[in-house]
């Protein structure tokens, strides 16, 4: 089993910055997938950004060159920068293992007021 913790999330005008953290325990794949999600009400989850064990990451197309992605040894790391109001959602840590098995953490809120 694998338990995942955010913290970081809150409310911040637009422009302004946050940085997401989340912890993570329990028997973990040295080969793994790491990422966050969010989730606005009323939409699917979408994938906001990855990074793999070996340091690749992936990020979608709407926070590129906004936000960064960056991993410590049981730590992951969301760095939101020029927060805009369609960043508002809730946030999700994710760690993704061998045979396609996802954990997920219970989220944090982001708010980003105009």
């Known amino acids: 089993q694998v338990q995942l913790v955010e913290s970081g999330g809150g409310l911040v005008q637009s422009g302004g910055s946050l940085r997401l953290s989340c912890a993570a325990s329990g028997r973990i794949d040295s080969r793994n997938i790491m990422g966050w999600y969010r989730q606005a009400p009323g939409e699917e989850r979408d994938l906001v950004a990855s990074v793999s064990s070996g340091g690749s990451t992936n990020y979608a197309a709407s926070v590129k060159g906004r936000f960064t992605i960056s991993r410590g040894k049981n730590t992951l790391y969301l760095q939101m920068n020029s927060l805009k109001p369609e960043d508002t959602a809730f946030y999700y840590c994710?760690?993704?293992?061998?045979?396609?098995?996802?954990?997920w953490g219970q989220g944090t809120q982001v708010t980003v007021s105009s």
């Open positions: 994710n760690v993704r293992l061998g045979g396609n098995v996802n954990y």
